[in-house]
């Protein structure tokens, strides 16, 4: 909890207020699916972060890859010209677990029993897991000039970033909404195309430096948008599970880090 409070802005975002912070951020989750809460993290350690950042860039694996929305094999039993079957690119810049050092505010939040609490809290489960491989917990995700992140859905129900640095032009953050549902086991293919062909407005941010964003990506379709700058988009994932010792898959590793361990 004290270095924690070296982390986080407190006085913005009292994560331990049970009767009205979390109360009130929960209830913005479940009724926008999205939360966002700017200047999360304080001026002192957003600086450092950026400056470990940059000193790690060089470390990033970084990979391009075509896929589809769902991110899943070609269903051979839809057409070629399904939206689900239409490929999309993304490419970016990877830093696994591993490689974070032992003193970063980012493994400080990650292990916080607190922190953990406040976003079990948010998500109403009972508990939240790390990953039991050495490289899937945190990341720092790069994303160079012209470098973008496809339309997709999301594997895992949730997802928990930290914007370390914005690119100074593009590197935008768009999500759709009614595009599927999976509780209810439904696609909407026909809004999907629409977006893949750019017909359908997408909700916007431009997502600030030190804001923490809590999104169920496996509801909703969304995408980074190319980087224009020569100033790179710098994100970090802080990435959970809801059972106990799950690991990426093997292909998924060489994917994203290019070694499984």
């Known amino acids: 909890m004290n270095d924690l409070q070296d982390i986080i802005d407190f006085k913005l975002h009292p994560i331990g207020d049970w009767n009205y912070y979390v109360k009130r951020c929960r209830s913005e989750l479940q009724k926008n699916s999205i939360l966002i809460l700017k200047n999360f993290l304080a001026e002192e350690p957003l600086v ?14 970084y990979c391009s890859q075509n ?8 269903n051979t039993q839809l057409g070629d010209k399904h939206p689900c079957n239409i490929e999309v690119v993304s490419d970016k810049g990877c830093v696994p677990h591993d490689l974070i050092p032992e003193n970063s505010s980012l493994r ?10 406040f976003i079990q809290s948010l998500l109403s489960v009972e508990k939240i897991y790390p990953y039991a491989d050495t490289l899937s917990s945190i990341n720092y995700n790069y994303y ?5 992140l496809g339309w997709h859905f999301d594997k895992a129900s949730f ?9 100074a032009s593009g590197g935008n953050f768009q999500y759709v909404v009614d595009a599927r549902n999976v509780e209810k086991n439904t696609l909407n293919a026909q809004l999907i195309d629409s977006v ?6 997408a909700k916007e941010l431009r997502i600030e430096e030190g ?3 809590l999104f169920y990506g496996s509801n909703y379709l969304h995408r ?31 994917t994203f880090f290019g070694r499984t361990r």
């Open 211 to 213: 804001t923490l964003v």
């Open 108 to 117: 400080i939040i990650y292990n916080s029993p607190f922190f953990k609490n």
């Open 48 to 61: 450092n972060l950026q400056r470990e950042a940059q000193a790690l860039h060089d470390k990033a694996f």
């Open 159 to 167: 997802a928990i970033t930290l914007m370390i640095q914005s690119s």
């Open 224 to 254: 980074v948008t190319p980087v224009t700058s020569n100033k790179h988009r710098v994100l970090v994932t802080l990435n959970y599970n809801l059972q106990k010792n799950i690991e990426l898959s093997e292909n998924a590793s060489l």
């Open 196 to 201: 893949l062909q750019n017909k359908h407005p």
């Open 67 to 74: 896929h589809n929305v769902l991110l899943a094999k070609k």
């Open 144 to 148: 160079e000039k012209h470098q973008q």
